[in-house]
């Protein structure tokens, strides 16, 4: 393996880490996390096969261990009610809101599906790389992006809310999100 093999998948493990985490800061060390665990671990890198499959696997299984962990952690976050920020929240600016929304539709997928959507949609990865990155068979990798596609439908399609009125849907509240066309 060849350093300049690698530093040529840095630009899409950038893009991959930076949606999914949606923190540019939490992104970059992802992938220097990714790229340290490649490099000091290399020789679990069989030649011959797909470079660019296993960076990706490192890294979505270092993302994985990662939510896990903060999973665990009692003091894990603190919950916020939207209604009561909603004052603080602003409008995005004149040509941005689309990406806002659609990082904000994104970040309320359930991981599994977020992943797979990712890799197929922004990676442009096969379904049977995307099948070797995550581990599980084709047939629930498609599964998993026919559910994420739906339920993006869903989250892009859902009616803005107006100060005071309850969400659509009240499982995934979501009122700063409007169609967008």
């Known amino acids: 393996m060849s350093r300049q093999a690698i530093v ?17 800061w939490a992104a ?19 030649a011959g096969s797909d470079l660019r499959a296993w960076l990706f696997t490192v890294m979505h299984n270092l993302f994985v261990s990662d939510v896990r962990h903060l999973q665990r952690r009692a ?8 209604d009561a920020v909603a004052n603080e929240l602003q ?16 970040m309320q997928l359930p991981l599994n ?3 797979v959507l990712l890799l197929v949609a922004l ?11 995550t581990g599980v068979p084709v047939g ?9 596609r739906e339920r993006m439908r869903e989250l892009l399609d ?3 809310a107006t100060p005071g009125q309850p969400p659509a849907m009240a499982q995934h509240p979501a009122p700063h999100l409007r169609r967008l066309k």
């Open 8 to 24: 040529d998948h840095i630009p899409g493990l950038r893009r991959y880490a930076r949606a999914l985490t949606a923190d540019p």
């Open 28 to 46: 970059d060390d992802l992938v220097q996390d990714t790229l340290e665990r490649a490099c000091s671990r290399w020789r679990l890198w069989l």
């Open 75 to 82: 003091d894990w976050g603190r919950t916020v009610e939207l």
């Open 91 to 106: 409008a995005p600016a004149a040509g941005q809101g689309h990406l806002r929304d659609l990082q904000r539709c994104l």
């Open 113 to 115: 599906q977020r992943t």
């Open 123 to 133: 990676e442009g990865m096969s379904y049977a790389e995307v099948a070797q990155v």
């Open 140 to 148: 629930t990798v498609m599964s998993r992006l026919a559910r994420a």
């Open 158 to 160: 859902a009616p803005a």
